[in-house]
């Protein structure tokens, strides 16, 4: 035998050799992903959470009172579950400007049971929990809101502003213990 026989072999050997393997590794892949995406009698659902907060209109609108010491403005508004499963919520202040945001006193109450209590920068996104209660699908409830102008507050208040979004944050109860807002 010559040296090109020799090595004709061994190529033809090699080639053999990696078409087998490529063969096992796509068998073996192919195995494995049917072993994982079959999974029998298992149903998975997914869900939507959707508020309503107050049919997207404000609470108060600018202009509407001019806030003196000792004044208290009472504001009723509604938060809606359109959600397709019951939620925890949590009502907060965003984009919070002017200098009343550490003067007026906000209470928010659901009825008799007060559901946060502060200034508008205080009731901040990352501060505020979730309410105590779960809101159920189609729940509609009916809160009020407080803004208190603070009867000691100084002269140096006068002519300041607030503004603010007021904004909800909602998800969903089911396998979610902790109330994560994520």
């Not at 073996?28 to 997207?56: E, M, P, Q, R, Y």
């Not at 009172?65 to 202040?93: A, W």
């Not at 109450?109 to 929990?129: I, S």
Request: charged share 25%; aromatic share 10%.
């Amino acid at each position: 035998m010559n040296d090109n026989s020799k090595t004709a072999k061994k190529l033809t050997g090699s080639i053999i050799a990696v078409v087998v393997l490529a063969l096992c590794l796509c068998i073996t892949t192919f195995a494995l992903v049917w072993a994982t995406v079959s999974v029998d009698n298992n149903l998975f659902h997914t869900g939507t959470v959707k508020i309503n907060l107050n049919d997207g209109k404000p609470v108060i609108e600018e202009h509407e009172f001019l806030f003196e010491p000792g004044m208290t403005v009472k504001k009723d508004f509604f938060i809606e579950n359109e959600s397709t499963c019951d939620v925890y919520y949590k009502l907060y202040f965003d984009n919070v400007n002017g200098g009343l945001a550490d003067v007026l006193q906000i209470t928010v109450k659901d009825g008799d049971r007060t559901l946060y209590q502060g200034t508008a920068a205080e009731l901040n996104r990352t501060e505020v929990t979730a309410a105590d209660d779960v809101l159920k699908i189609k729940e509609r409830r009916e809160l009020t809101v407080y803004f208190y102008f603070p009867a000691d507050a100084a002269n140096s208040t006068q002519n300041l502003t607030l503004t603010f979004d007021l904004c909800a944050d909602a998800v969903q109860t089911k396998n979610n213990p902790n109330k994560l807002f994520v």
